[in-house]
């Protein structure tokens, strides 16, 4: 069933690029296993992904040390500062990047391991009360504040769109969000790069990138629906 799940998004993802004249290559498919056992992940590294992404700290800490090292683990969630030295070393990427404060704190541990992170900055593109992330007009001051740090390069921007059943209605919000990286990179700010693009879920990631996301985040599309009541070891 994970296979088939796989072929069906994979085969989604390369129409959608066909579709906008985007090379398969130029999107990485985040394969987003949170809630998921470690024999699922195992499966889908088997069939060949080997990006995943999570949002809980304590869940990545306790697959990382069950699964490859080859695997790239992407922290997809909100991120508490002071958990923030428990994936330092694990995580290729922290897509979740809302504060000044956060993105200081990173510096500081990646300082200590003698490794640059690279970041993603990520911006609540509906202005939805629930969700994290800085409003279109905070995302320039942050990445000026951010540029300094020497241990963390800003590589893009994140956002999780709201929940729609027709995935036409996030279109303008990822125009709007590929408008800001645009702006943000206009503007040569030292250390700021802006070509990563994190958008696009199980709803909406054909039409994400048709409008220019670099790399989608799946979960229900390939592991299948999350059960959050189940009394699993990952909640
Ligand atoms: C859970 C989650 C996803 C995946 O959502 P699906 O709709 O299951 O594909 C993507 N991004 C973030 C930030 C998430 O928390």
């Known amino acids: 069933m994970l296979k088939e799940n796989l072929s069906n998004v994979e085969n989604a993802v390369q129409e959608a690029c066909l579709k906008s004249a985007r090379k398969r ?78 993105a200081e704190e990173i510096n500081i541990q990646a300082k200590k391991h003698k490794l640059v992170m690279p970041i993603l900055l990520e911006i609540n593109i509906a202005d939805e009360q629930t969700k994290f992330g800085v409003s279109r007009e905070d995302a320039i001051l942050l990445a000026e504040e951010i540029a300094h740090l020497d241990s963390v390069r800003v590589e893009g921007l994140m956002a999780v769109a709201p929940y729609v059943e027709d995935a036409e209605d996030n279109r303008k919000y990822f125009q709007q969000l590929k ?57």
């Open 179 to 235: 408008k800001l990286a645009v702006d943000i990179q206009r503007k040569n700010i030292d250390n700021i790069n802006m070509h990563a693009l994190s958008i696009g879920m199980t709803g909406d990631f054909a039409v994400a990138i048709e409008e220019g996301s670099t790399m989608v985040r799946v979960g229900t599309g390939i592991f299948g629906e999350r059960d959050y009541g189940h009394p699993a070891s990952f909640q």
């Open 25 to 102: 290559s130029e999107v990485t498919l985040i394969a987003v296993s949170k809630t998921k056992p470690v024999e699922l992940l195992k499966e889908a590294y088997d069939a060949g992904i080997r990006d995943f992404g999570e949002n809980k700290v304590q869940e990545i800490c306790e697959k990382y040390d069950r699964l490859p090292s080859d695997i790239r683990w992407h922290m997809i969630g909100h991120l508490q500062r002071n958990k923030v030295k428990y994936i330092i070393d694990k995580v290729c990427m922290i897509h979740s990047v809302d504060s000044y404060r956060l």
